[in-house]
């Protein structure tokens, strides 16, 4: 009975978490396309935030802020209790809070002065990729623990292993287009949320 309902709330909190992810794509991708000021190889994801549109862009680092939280505690109930660890909820979490700072303290515009609030957000930025990724990392790797969800585990911990990579790669070589990189790394992380999400909505595999 007990694992039933978990199930049943790891799916509900899995739909949670792939509304998340979708309304963050559409809306950032969006923001692409609606603002040709911007070169989008150049100029990262926060600067769609200031000016026309942004409430929008805003409003996307929110609605992901609920599906990063969904999935976290999804997850939790999905997994065998042998299986779960409290650390990849526990990062999922910081991560949405981190998020949502990101999106209330807005970033320093290029050539003016350094704010308190320029500051605030980069350090909640770095905050919020550092612990999503460790998360992914974290919570494909549980995967292997949990007999039903272990067929899972290798591409989980494929993607989140390459997101990872991806990540330090953007903050230690300088010399890649800001937005570019960044960008990607973002797709790779809305990839590995919504792979995993999906999987929350469809329930366990059968077993073998």
């Known amino acids: 009975m007990a694992r039933t309902l978990d199930d049943r709330t790891a799916r509900t909190l899995g739909?949670?978490?792939l509304l998340?992810?979708?309304v963050f794509a559409i809306t950032c991708?969006?923001?692409?396309?609606?603002?040709?000021?911007?070169?989008?190889r150049h100029v990262p994801l926060s600067f769609y935030v200031l000016g026309p549109y942004g409430s929008m862009v805003e409003t996307g680092y929110f609605v992901l802020a609920v599906g990063l939280a969904a999935l976290g505690i999804g997850w939790y109930r999905a997994l065998d209790r042998d299986a779960r660890s409290a650390a990849?909820?526990?990062?999922?979490?910081?991560a949405a809070?981190?998020?949502?700072?990101?999106?209330?303290?807005?970033?320093?515009?290029?050539?003016g002065p350094h704010t308190l609030h320029g500051l605030v957000h980069g350090l909640a930025a770095?905050?919020?990729?550092?612990?999503?990724?460790?998360?992914?990392l974290l919570q494909s790797w549980r995967l292997r623990l949990?007999?039903?969800?272990?067929?899972?585990?290798?591409?989980?911990?494929?993607?989140?292993?390459?997101?990872?990579?991806?990540?330090?790669?953007?903050?230690l070589v300088k010399t890649l287009p800001r937005g570019l990189s960044e960008k990607t790394v973002i797709v790779l992380i809305?990839?590995?949320?919504?792979?995993?999400?999906?999987?929350?909505?469809?329930?366990?595999?059968p077993a073998n």
């Not at 969800?149 to 494929?158: E, G, K, L």
């Open 146 to 171: 949990d007999s039903r969800w272990h067929p899972c585990f290798r591409s989980a911990f494929a993607l989140a292993s390459i997101a990872f990579v991806a990540l330090w790669i953007d903050a």
């Open 15 to 17: 739909t949670l978490a």
């Open 29 to 40: 991708g969006a923001a692409q396309f609606l603002r040709p000021d911007h070169d989008w």
């Open 126 to 136: 770095m905050t919020t990729f550092l612990c999503i990724s460790v998360a992914m």
């Open 88 to 94: 990849p909820l526990l990062l999922f979490l910081a």
């Open 97 to 111: 809070i981190a998020l949502c700072i990101t999106a209330v303290a807005f970033t320093d515009v290029p050539d």
């Open 190 to 205: 809305l990839s590995w949320l919504w792979r995993t999400a999906w999987w929350l909505t469809r329930g366990a595999p």
């Open 20 to 22: 998340g992810v979708a």
